[in-house]
């Protein structure tokens, strides 16, 4: 079948498979929030020790809507939001670190949003030094912050770089002045070559691009040129994601027509252009939409085969407990999920209140546990053996979806695994979609996810 075929059947919704089982498939009741206090403590004292823990702080706030974004966010230019919730955060942080006993080793952190660099380069020290005031100390530091290319200032390098972030990831989008207005994400090229400037001025060890493919008014020539720009700052990594098509979700894409987005076709081409350039200019292509340079973590990571993903996306640092602060934010103790309130004042209510903000959650199976796995091994490595999974343990239809990707040259099967080969790169999520079983057990309303290609 060729690549065309292949596109239009399988660009269908699925799930991106940040976790398993997926969010909507989640449920809260009060036996959920007993057993995650439980479970919380179980898998600190697992990992603690051994590989440290991993911390998301969730920090909302950007002073405009990018029309694009399917992110929890809130908007303002009301900067004294600041500093209650800062406040918000360090205070539920604390009532974890009672649940843990002892000081946490934090050995990766992440500050998404939202816009981190809303907040003040002070503000932000005063954030972090009062959370790592709590914990113990690391020599192993995964430390990363998601900027904004107009807001990000020399002092907002120079405050997080103190306390060892070394990785900062730059939401670029696209360089075309039309494609921006019609995200309403205006930022000129020399704001991210003054950011990308400041950062190696720093010492930031590795700088990474969010790219979009299928944005409005997205043409080849649009796209090569925006690549052309990349390259010439050659950031260490680079995230090339689809466009999320979500109005349902995001009621903010409805300020495009729909007839403005690349079809089908022309939106895989971008995606091809820019990885071909990518590839061309010394780019390693890394699990799911990401390549970066051979000299960086990530790639060697992926050589190594422990490259890991967690909600903050692929990652060098193997943590088995994510621990998510702030409004909306996922957290991931190994056996069970929890999802906060998403709105700022109800979350902040809540922590002023003394409570653990969970609205909904998951406490996995062992089977759950096994597809979970599984589903890892394929999303970072590309392939995957039958330890947790095999052929016998799927329907009868899965099975035979399976096999049919098989014949059209996807995937390679043998008495050992699953292997991904360079055909079924682009449909990845299709290839793990087969393994959700609960995804195709559910019998409730229609999930809405976006399409896959």
Same mark, same amino acid.
């Given at each position: 079948?060729?690549?065309?075929? =292949?596109?239009? %059947?399988?660009? #269908?919704?699925?799930?991106?498979?940040?976790?398993?089982?997926? #969010?909507?498939?989640?449920?809260?009741?009060?036996?959920?929030?007993?057993?995650?206090?439980?479970?919380?403590?179980?898998?600190?004292?697992?990992?603690?020790?051994?590989?440290? /823990?991993?911390?998301?702080?969730?920090?909302?706030?950007?002073?405009?809507?990018?029309?694009?974004?399917?992110?929890? %966010?809130?908007?303002?230019?009301?900067?004294?939001?600041?500093?209650?919730?800062?406040?918000? +955060? #360090? %205070?539920? *942080?604390?009532?974890? &670190?009672?649940?843990?006993?002892?000081? &946490?080793?934090?050995?990766?952190?992440?500050?998404?949003?939202?816009? @981190?660099?809303?907040?003040?380069?002070?503000?932000?020290?005063?954030?972090?030094?009062?959370?790592?005031?709590?914990?113990?100390?690391?020599?192993?530091?995964? *430390?990363?912050?998601?900027?904004?290319?107009?807001?990000?200032?020399?002092?907002?390098?120079?405050?997080?770089?103190?306390?060892?972030?070394?990785?900062?990831?730059?939401?670029?989008?696209?360089?075309?002045?039309?494609?921006?207005?019609?995200?309403?994400?205006?930022?000129?090229?020399? %704001?991210? #070559?003054? !950011?990308?400037?400041?950062?190696?001025?720093?010492? *930031?060890?590795?700088?990474?691009? $969010?790219? +979009?493919?299928?944005?409005?008014?997205?043409?080849?020539?649009?796209?090569?040129?925006?690549?052309?720009?990349?390259?010439?700052?050659?950031?260490?990594?680079?995230?090339?994601?689809?466009?999320?098509?979500?109005?349902?979700?995001?009621?903010?894409?409805?300020?495009?027509?729909?007839? $403005?987005?690349? $079809?089908?076709?022309?939106?895989?081409?971008?995606?091809?252009?820019?990885?071909?350039? =990518?590839?061309?200019?010394?780019?390693?292509?890394?699990?799911? $939409?990401?390549?970066?340079?051979?000299?960086?973590?990530?790639?060697? !990571?992926?050589?190594?085969?422990?490259?890991?993903?967690?909600?903050?996306?692929?990652?060098?640092?193997?943590?088995?407990?994510?621990?998510? =602060?702030?409004?909306?934010?996922?957290?991931?103790?190994? *056996? &069970?999920?929890?999802?906060?309130?998403?709105?700022?004042? @109800?979350?902040?209510?809540?922590?002023?209140?003394?409570? /653990?903000?969970?609205?909904?959650?998951?406490?996995?199976?062992?089977?759950?546990?096994? +597809?979970?796995?599984? /589903?890892?091994?394929?999303?970072?490595?590309?392939?995957?053996?039958?330890?947790?999974?095999? @052929?016998?343990?799927?329907?009868?239809?899965?099975?035979?979806?399976?096999?049919?990707?098989?014949?059209?040259?996807?995937?390679?099967?043998?008495?050992?695994?699953?292997?991904?080969?360079?055909?079924?790169?682009?449909? +990845?999520?299709?290839?793990?979609?087969?393994?959700?079983?609960?995804?195709?057990?559910?019998?409730?309303?229609?999930?809405?996810?976006?399409?896959?290609?």
């Amino acid at each position: 079948m060729e690549q065309n075929e =292949l596109i239009k %059947k399988y660009n #269908v919704p699925v799930p991106r498979y940040t976790s398993y089982p997926t #969010v909507p498939m989640w449920h809260f009741d009060e036996e959920v929030k007993s057993k995650w206090l439980i479970l919380v403590r179980k898998i600190f004292e697992e990992t603690n020790e051994d590989k440290g /823990i991993s911390l998301y702080l969730h920090l909302p706030f950007c002073e405009r809507l990018c029309t694009y974004c399917g992110c929890n %966010k809130h908007i303002t230019v009301n900067h004294t939001v600041e500093i209650p919730y800062t406040e918000s +955060i #360090v %205070k539920e *942080y604390r009532r974890y &670190a009672e649940i843990f006993g002892k000081p &946490a080793r934090i050995t990766e952190m992440h500050l998404g949003g939202g816009t @981190p660099t809303f907040f003040s380069p002070e503000n932000l020290e005063l954030l972090i030094g009062n959370l790592l005031s709590h914990t113990s100390p690391s020599d192993v530091k995964e *430390y990363s912050f998601e900027g904004h290319p107009n807001s990000t200032t020399y002092d907002h390098l120079k405050a997080l770089h103190h306390f060892g972030f070394n990785r900062v990831s730059f939401g670029v989008q696209d360089f075309s002045e039309k494609v921006q207005k019609a995200i309403n994400r205006i930022q000129p090229l020399s %704001k991210v #070559v003054e !950011a990308v400037e400041n950062a190696r001025k720093v010492g *930031y060890e590795s700088v990474n691009f $969010d790219l +979009i493919f299928g944005l409005p008014f997205q043409t080849e020539k649009i796209i090569t040129d925006t690549f052309n720009k990349v390259l010439a700052l050659r950031p260490e990594r680079i995230a090339y994601y689809s466009y999320a098509h979500v109005p349902w979700k995001s009621p903010s894409q409805r300020g495009y027509d729909e007839n $403005d987005l690349p $079809d089908n076709e022309l939106k895989r081409k971008l995606y091809d252009i820019g990885k071909e350039m =990518l590839i061309q200019a010394g780019y390693e292509e890394v699990g799911m $939409d990401h390549f970066a340079l051979k000299h960086d973590q990530l790639y060697k !990571a992926y050589q190594k085969g422990q490259l890991h993903r967690n909600f903050m996306g692929y990652t060098v640092s193997n943590t088995d407990f994510l621990l998510g =602060l702030g409004a909306s934010s996922i957290s991931d103790a190994k *056996y &069970a999920y929890i999802q906060n309130e998403k709105k700022v004042k @109800p979350y902040q209510h809540a922590i002023s209140e003394g409570a /653990i903000p969970i609205i909904n959650g998951h406490v996995l199976t062992s089977q759950d546990l096994d +597809i979970k796995a599984f /589903i890892k091994s394929v999303i970072c490595n590309g392939e995957a053996d039958w330890n947790e999974m095999s @052929p016998d343990d799927l329907p009868d239809n899965n099975r035979a979806l399976l096999l049919q990707m098989q014949n059209e040259g996807l995937v390679g099967l043998d008495s050992k695994g699953i292997k991904i080969t360079e055909k079924g790169k682009p449909f +990845i999520r299709n290839i793990c979609n087969v393994f959700d079983l609960r995804h195709w057990a559910s019998k409730s309303e229609v999930r809405r996810y976006s399409k896959s290609i």
